[in-house]
């Protein structure tokens, strides 16, 4: 269960709904189960299958004061059902675990145990954690004892345990997200979160809990240790702020964080940073990423002249061949990219990267980070942090070209919202369609068929231009739609022979190209028209009108776009 989403509140504001709260601005990691439990002069649980709202009827059964500790989960083990869902507590009901990751040696812990007379409720691996320290209880005191469980544990984890009779929090970390709230002074309290946004409208304070800390929080305290000794951590200011994190109007997040491009790819070039981190990277550069940080990736090749090469994330250890690596993260958590920057780090190689997530993993384990400044993105769909890696990639291009940084009106995109509507009723009455373009346009046609499959689930598959003739044009039949991506560029007339290819053989054709292109105009079924763009930037406006596509694809076939099923905002699971 890497991808869950946990928060931990201490304090007189009402604990359950304060993390009932944060738990739905965390469903983005996770949404097929959620429960909170709230700790006074009792432990109470209450959970439930589906979606973190589902709770809101049974929040009247925890008691208003007191603890609490809440999860949001993404089931890897046991299947998503009432019983396995977080919460877990031990037989008496006196010790209380949420868990994000996997504990790798459950079977034989939870063997030893039930040979030992336990008995078990689920069939999850977190269970181990509460049955394990109601034992250590008997022996040690509460802290003490937690420690011993951590210890036996292998895997992968961020704990947050409560106590019958204990005013604690207690948390450890292993690959796992966990960050710490540290509550405005004076109001005795603190949270704790796999993420900040599940606290910045109580606080922006915030300390990162590292691979190896355990500790514990209550009302004044902060503990944390590693190997026994106490540490002390530095405190990072968040920048983002708690409406940052809301909807503000839009019936999606999606929706909003398409509309807040222009702003979020403006801030990032502001960034001061970006020459200097240009200048670093070496030819012989190896890059990493997955899924939509990969196609940003893709779209840097067509534009830079460095000798660079592009590695998906996943397949890094088969393909790698040394030298520094460039990450690109939005979460800065994807487990396939953290394996092979780890990779690279063990052989001394530097690591750079390009997370939008403050305070991640990766973050913590670059040598050198340039942040895109696309605020909290929490549509599953990566959109906004797209188009600002690409504006920091650009830059970098830009930089190492002794060009000036490039800037970029979005606004003519976005505007193509109301078309795309339109267009989007004609894709739910099909079930296959192909995205075609040729040289960066490759990259953005590979980026509009993902984001189409992940939110309307419609079979979208994206070719090269170039590429349908060696197979998939056999595929091409009367009314397939094709999606081609055709700015006025230097491949733009060998695109318009591709197009003229799947026309011959009966597709709808749906063509993406310049304001005013009559050529192509004639040659589409639809056309809509983009500014005048720069060849190498074409995909940071042509992906607009794709991501508004698959949006609206996805709402009008009755599908959440902002909770697609099967996926999770960070992957962290290999
Ligand atoms: C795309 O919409 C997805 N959210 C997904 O492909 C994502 O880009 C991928 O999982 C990589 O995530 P990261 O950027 O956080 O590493």
Redesign the pocket.
């Known amino acids: 269960m890497n991808m869950c989403g946990i928060v931990g509140y201490v304090g007189s504001k009402g604990a359950k709904t304060v993390v009932f709260e944060g738990l739905k601005t965390l469903e983005y990691r996770g949404y097929d189960s959620a429960g909170i439990a709230v700790n006074n002069s009792k432990i109470t649980v209450v959970k439930d299958v589906g979606f973190v709202e589902k709770l809101e009827p049974h929040l009247s059964q925890l008691p208003a004061s007191g603890n609490a500790i809440g999860h949001t989960r993404w089931a890897t083990h046991g299947v998503p059902n009432q019983v396995n869902a977080h919460p877990h507590t031990d037989m008496k009901v006196n010790v209380v675990a949420v868990h994000n990751g996997i504990i790798e040696n459950f079977m034989l812990l939870k063997q030893n145990l039930k040979d030992g007379g336990v008995e078990f409720k689920s069939d999850t691996d977190t269970e181990v954690i509460p049955q394990l320290l109601s034992i250590e209880l008997n022996e040690a005191e509460p802290f003490t004892a937690f420690k011993k469980v951590i210890e036996k544990l292998e895997g992968s984890y961020a704990i947050l345990v409560m106590i019958k009779g204990d005013h604690r929090i207690f948390f450890a970390r292993n690959h796992s997200p966990l960050v710490i709230g540290k509550g405005e002074d004076g109001r005795g309290e603190n949270l704790i979160a796999s993420d900040v946004v599940a606290f910045l409208k109580h606080t922006k304070q915030a300390i990162f809990v590292k691979d190896g800390d355990v500790g514990y929080i209550d009302g004044k305290n902060i503990h944390i240790e590693v190997d026994n000794q106490k540490v002390g951590r530095e405190i990072t200011e968040i920048e983002w702020s708690a409406k940052d994190a809301m909807k503000d109007g839009y019936p999606h997040f999606m929706l909003k964080e398409i509309y807040e491009q222009p702003d979020a790819v403006k801030n990032t070039l502001l960034d001061a940073r970006i020459d200097e981190f240009a200048h670093k990277l070496d030819d012989g550069l190896e890059i990493v990423?997955?899924?939509?940080?990969?196609h940003a990736g893709l779209a840097f090749q067509y534009a830079s002249n460095m000798k660079c090469r592009l590695i998906i994330?996943s397949e890094f250890s088969a393909l790698y061949r040394g030298g520094s690596v460039l990450a690109?993260?939005?979460?800065?958590?994807?487990a396939d990219?953290l394996q092979a920057v780890r990779a690279a780090e063990k052989r001394g190689e530097k690591i750079y990267s390009i997370v939008?997530v403050n305070g991640s993993t990766l973050t913590r384990i670059s040598d050198q980070v340039v942040h895109t400044h696309a605020g909290p993105e929490i549509g599953?769909?990566?959109?906004k942090?797209?188009t600002t890696q690409l504006a920091v990639l650009y830059a970098v291009d830009a930089a190492l070209k002794g060009n000036p940084k490039p800037t970029f009106d979005l606004a003519p995109a976005i505007a193509l919202d109301g078309d795309m509507k339109a267009l989007a009723k004609e894709l739910t009455k099909t079930s296959e369609l192909f995205y075609i373009g040729r040289g960066p346009s490759a990259a953005t046609a590979r980026e509009g068929a993902?984001?189409l499959k992940?939110l309307a689930y419609l079979h979208a598959e994206a070719y090269e231009g170039g590429e349908l003739k060696h197979g998939p044009l056999a595929l091409i039949e009367d009314g397939v739609p094709i999606i081609a991506i055709c700015p006025n560029d230097t491949h733009k007339k060998k695109m318009m022979g591709n197009i003229e290819e799947v026309k011959a053989r009966g597709a709808k054709v749906f063509v993406f190209g310049e304001q005013g292109d009559k050529e192509l105009e004639h040659l589409s079924d639809k056309f809509y028209g983009l500014p005048k763009i720069k060849e190498e930037y074409s995909p940071m406006t042509y992906v607009i009108p794709l991501q508004l596509l698959a949006y609206h694809t996805a709402v009008l076939l009755g599908k959440n776009p902002d909770k697609p099923r099967n996926?999770a905002?960070?992957?962290t699971v290999e």
């Open positions: 990423a997955a899924g939509t940080s990969y994330s690109i993260s939005q979460s800065g958590e994807t990219t939008n599953v769909a990566a959109t942090t797209f993902l984001k992940e996926l905002k960070s992957v």
